[in-house]
């Protein structure tokens, strides 16, 4: 008989509770390691794999959750249903404000106004290229997840615009200046996995 699939645990007054999926490695049925958790929303976990692998995965594809989430499909099917590219916007279950600025301008106003405004949005070089999403932002860094589980965290004074995008004002080679270990603590001091909070 066929495990039952997963359902997220419930609060006392019946409403769906987070299972906070962040950070956890995801297996198929037939795959020991597709990648790790890097976004929950209400309805999906955004996986990221080896290289550019992205995988936007209905919840109610997961089969269970332990040390590792379970997804009742094997890995071909979990290529052909839910792979993304890595350049795509990441899906939020939170309205995101828009906003657009130059170098020049106080970015300590724009903090105040539009407070986490720069989160979700897609990371390039000058030169065009893609580095990842912003994942965190403070006062004075973008916490970024790229290609190959890379994460770099890059000071705002390095940013040129932002626009549908922020643009670095650098070439990608330099991007690599701010490379950190993905599972280090954050700018702010806190902990790696208070990332999920900004899911």
């Known amino acids: 008989m ?7 645990p419930k609060g006392g007054n019946g409403t769906l ?11 198929a049925l037939d795959a020991y390691h597709i990648g790790h958790v ?4 209400d309805d999906k976990i ?7 692998e992205r995988y936007d995965i209905l ?6 959750v332990n040390r590792n989430v379970l997804i009742g499909l094997p890995f071909y099917e979990i290529v052909k249903r ?4 890595r350049k795509e916007p990441l899906p939020t279950s939170k ?31 000058r030169d065009e290229e893609h580095v990842g999403h912003v994942m965190k932002e403070t006062d004075g860094e973008i916490v970024i997840f790229g290609h190959y589980n890379y994460r770099f965290d890059v000071p705002k004074s390095k940013i040129l615009a932002v ?37």
């Open 2 to 8: 066929g495990q039952a699939p997963y359902t997220e």
């Open 17 to 27: 509770r987070s299972s906070k999926f962040f950070n956890k490695n995801v297996v």
């Open 38 to 41: 890097v976004r929950e929303t």
């Open 46 to 52: 955004v996986v990221f794999g080896e290289g550019d």
């Open 59 to 64: 919840k109610s594809e997961v089969q269970a």
């Open 82 to 85: 839910y792979k993304k590219s």
């Open 95 to 125: 309205p995101v404000a828009k906003w657009v600025y130059t170098h020049d301008v106080d970015l300590a106003t724009y903090e105040k106004k539009y407070p986490k405004s720069l989160f979700n949005k897609g990371v390039r070089t």
């Open 163 to 199: 626009g549908r995008n922020v643009i670095l004002d650098m070439g990608y080679p330099v991007v690599f200046k701010y490379l950190v270990d993905r599972n280090d603590p954050l700018p702010t001091g806190e902990p790696f996995t208070k990332l999920a909070d900004e899911s």
